[in-house]
């Protein structure tokens, strides 16, 4: 059974970076095998897809947020990282991690984490 479970401060102040770490387990799989999505939800709107990070270690990332957001990835613990520069409130969301499934569908995902609700405030 694939597990993805986000960890990380469920607060942040304005203008700090928010970091989320994504920890992948189960399956005979490894980070390389396939890619891995950041998406996020904040209250009251629908899902809104930040960035990805490829089986080869690039990153395709949103263009509304690509100049703030960066990912990476530790293969050897199986995790993959989501820093986003300059938080403002507008940044308060449910933050999930997800794995890409193209077999479903372009960008379809398969196995989401169960999400990490984020806020920002002082």
């Known amino acids: 059974q694939v597990q993805l479970q986000e960890s990380g401060p469920g607060l942040v102040k304005p203008s700090q970076t928010l970091s989320l770490t994504c920890t992948v387990s189960?399956?005979?799989?490894?980070?390389?095998?396939?890619?891995w999505s950041w998406i996020r939800q904040p209250p009251g709107k629908g899902l809104e897809w930040m960035g990805a990070?490829?089986?080869?270690?690039?990153?395709y990332l949103s263009p509304s947020l690509k100049s703030r957001t960066s990912i990476s990835r530790d293969t050897s613990k199986n995790q993959f990282t989501l820093r986003l520069s300059s938080v403002t409130p507008e940044d308060q969301a449910v933050y999930y991690c997800?794995?890409?499934?193209?077999?479903?569908?372009?960008?379809?995902?398969?196995?989401w984490g169960q999400g990490t609700q984020v806020t920002v405030s002082l």
């Open positions: 997800a794995r890409v499934s193209n077999e479903l569908g372009p960008w379809a995902h398969d196995y």
């Open positions: 189960g399956g005979h799989f490894t980070l390389n095998s396939y890619y």
């Open positions: 990070i490829f089986s080869d270690g690039t990153t």
